[in-house]
């Protein structure tokens, strides 16, 4: 079964990459602009070692006595979190500002991500309230969504990857604000699509709407980033987000 799953998973996140790959190279050349060859390998690199743990993570703790009845994968969040600290640390040098990793947010910043976090929450709370049933209301749904999601996927998508991309692709442009670059489009589909395709029983599988959310919800996220210098608001949005899908979409 683990094996069935992981070569799903990676299956998966093969035809993610080589989206974004071929997404990012057109645009790249259309816009005249070159590549850093090994910074997006370090980027493609830990998004397959991610994706890898979370799956060993959950399979793991579905096997231990203690953790077995736990519904949401809290052991492959934590190591994954884990996977992403040493690797911003010990390998990738990267200090904390650089990451993201701080309360301290740009001047005239705080109007603008309050606005981008009003606005998410808009879309994704209407999608949930109109979709009963998606989600199971419990303490262990609430403790999870209010922080593990957003810990892990922020720290990793919005932090070390959100890094390597922009040192992979050093063109900009301005967007309400804020520079904008290939960065921010190959975080779009990567996140978009981590949530959009599958294999189930191996056969390939594209949820639209789950494409279409995710990969908005990045590209506020990032802007966010951006436009701020930290992940805090990012942070926050996704804990909000997440958690109207638990109490909504519960109904």
């Not at 052991?75 to 990738?92: E, Q, S, V, W």
């Not at 998410?120 to 209010?146: H, K, N, Y």
Request: glycine share 8%; hydrophobic share 55%; with cysteine.
């Amino acid at each position: 079964m683990i094996w069935e799953r992981l070569t799903g998973q990676l299956l998966s996140l093969c035809v993610v990459v080589l989206m974004a790959c071929v997404a990012a190279s057109f645009i790249a050349m259309f816009r005249r602009k070159t590549v850093q060859p090994i910074w997006l390998l370090w980027g493609l690199l830990l998004v397959i070692l991610n994706a890898t743990i979370l799956i060993f993570g959950k399979a793991i703790q579905q096997s231990l006595p203690l953790t077995s009845f736990l519904e949401w994968n809290w052991l492959g969040k934590f190591a994954a979190t884990a996977m992403t600290l040493i690797a911003m640390h010990f390998f990738l040098r990267l200090s904390a500002r650089e990451m993201g990793m701080t309360l301290r947010q740009n001047p005239g910043s705080l109007l603008p991500a309050t606005c981008g976090l009003g606005l998410m929450c808009a879309i994704d709370w209407t999608i949930a309230a109109l979709s009963p049933g998606i989600s199971r209301l419990t303490v262990e749904s609430i403790a999870f969504q209010a922080l593990m999601p957003s810990l892990e996927e922020e720290l990793f998508f919005r932090g070390i990857l959100f890094v390597l991309l922009a040192k992979a692709f050093a063109d900009s442009w301005s967007f309400a604000g804020t520079r904008i670059g290939m960065a921010v489009v190959m975080n779009v589909l990567i996140f978009g699509g981590m949530h959009a395709v599958s294999f189930p029983e191996l056969h390939f599988a594209f949820n639209t709407q789950a494409f279409l959310t995710s990969g908005v919800f990045a590209a506020v996220a990032c802007w966010m980033r951006e436009r701020t210098g930290s992940l805090l608001f990012p942070f926050i949005t996704h804990s909000a987000v997440n958690l109207g899908y638990v109490f909504l979409g519960s109904a």
